[in-house]
């Protein structure tokens, strides 16, 4: 089955301590992102790679890295949470580009205490 | 840069009547594209309807379609013969064509369907 996978699902931890989200799709797309989603904002980009070991800023990337060392994985770091960055996490990958509709994760909620 | 309106924060239809949804975008470019997402209470991301930019006729999907005015900037959803499943947030989103950066999504509509 076609799909993007993000683990965790869910995660409670607190400032400071490094976290990792991975991100992992099973269609060989060259595109991947990730969004924020906070209420009231919509969603907003956080990274993106258009392929291996190429990776962009999106609009709110501070705080945040990212890898792209091999095509299916998409890694979110946060090196040093902080309370501000409490939010559900989307990755998305398309084909080629975002212009092309864009398969998303079923979310990740962080909650930074 | 480019911003996504969506005026509407929630609508309220009665099932099986037809509602539409709002969606206004700023862009200064002639190639783009646009999108409605669903994100019902499972907080999944479902591409309801694509549009490109450059092409006239709306674009339909089952019991949705849209109503794109191009000079108007404007890319409202119509939703026809609204089911208990179609209740959910409805995203608008845009994006440049050949474009890398990421779509810009609208702020949302909170869509409630009565029974």
């Known amino acids: 089955e076609a799909q993007v996978t993000q683990n965790p699902r869910y995660l409670i931890t607190v400032t400071g301590k490094k976290l990792t989200v991975t991100c992992s799709q099973n269609?060989?797309?060259?595109?991947m992102s990730w969004y924020r989603q906070d209420p009231g904002l919509g969603l907003r980009q956080i990274y993106y790679?258009?392929?291996?070991?190429?990776?962009d800023k999106g609009d709110v990337p501070e705080g945040y890295k990212v890898s792209r060392k091999e095509k299916r994985n998409f890694p979110l770091i946060l090196e040093s949470p902080s309370p501000n960055q409490t939010s559900l996490y989307f990755c998305?990958?398309?084909?080629?580009?975002?212009?092309?509709?864009?398969?998303f994760g079923d979310g990740t909620r962080l909650s930074i205490l | 840069a480019q911003t996504v309106t969506q005026s509407q924060p929630e609508m309220s239809v009665q099932e099986a009547e037809t509602v539409t949804l709002s969606c206004t975008y700023d862009t200064s470019e002639s190639d783009y594209y646009l999108f409605w997402y669903k994100q019902p209470p499972s907080r999944q991301m479902i591409l309801v309807i694509r549009?490109?930019?450059?092409?006239?006729q709306n674009a339909t999907e089952n019991r949705f379609s849209v109503n794109f005015q191009k000079a108007a900037k404007s890319f409202s959803l119509k939703i026809s013969d609204s089911q208990l499943g179609d209740a959910a947030m409805y995203f608008c989103a845009y994006s440049e064509e050949g474009g890398a950066d990421g779509l810009t999504f609208g702020k949302g509509t909170h869509l409630i369907i009565q029974p």
């Open positions: 790679s258009m392929n291996v070991e190429v990776t």
């Open positions: 549009q490109e930019a450059y092409k006239q």
């Open positions: 998305a990958s398309s084909f080629q580009g975002v212009g092309q509709p864009q398969h």
């Open positions: 269609m060989n797309h060259e595109y």
